[in-house]
């Protein structure tokens, strides 16, 4: 059973910096596309970072220039590391891991259990 467990959420200031690391337990993680989606109270779960098998990055327009998403395959551990964090970025962030099942035609989908980041004066 695939397990993903997120971490080094807190309570920041602005314009501090946090990392997010999401330890995972899959055999095949260096297969997965992964990501980092966050959702604040009261609005919708949005995609924050992606990194794909390949190294392919990809980020929502709000974060561009402030996070940088990583793996480390050999550890089997996906990376976000916040930089200038702003009271907006406030959110539960999860870990998600993906990849296409040609076997099913159909998207194997896994998800974190979340850690908080808040960023507040």
């Known amino acids: 059973q695939v397990q993903l467990v997120e971490s080094g959420g807190g309570l920041v200031q602005p314009g501090e910096s946090l990392r997010l690391s999401c330890a995972t337990s899959?055999?095949?993680?260096?297969?997965?596309?992964m990501g980092w989606y966050r959702q604040a109270p009261r609005k919708q779960r949005e995609l924050v970072a992606t990194?794909?098998?390949?190294?392919?990055?990809n980020y929502v327009d709000s974060v561009k220039g402030r996070f940088t998403i990583s793996r480390d395959n050999e550890k089997n551990t996906v990376y976000l590391q916040m930089n200038s964090l702003k009271p907006e970025d406030t959110a539960v962030y999860y870990c998600n891991a993906r990849k296409y099942n040609s076997n099913s035609y159909s998207y194997d989908n896994y998800w974190g259990q979340g850690t908080q980041v808040t960023v507040s004066t």
């Open positions: 899959m055999s095949i993680f260096r297969l997965y596309t």
């Open positions: 990194v794909t098998d390949g190294g392919y990055t």
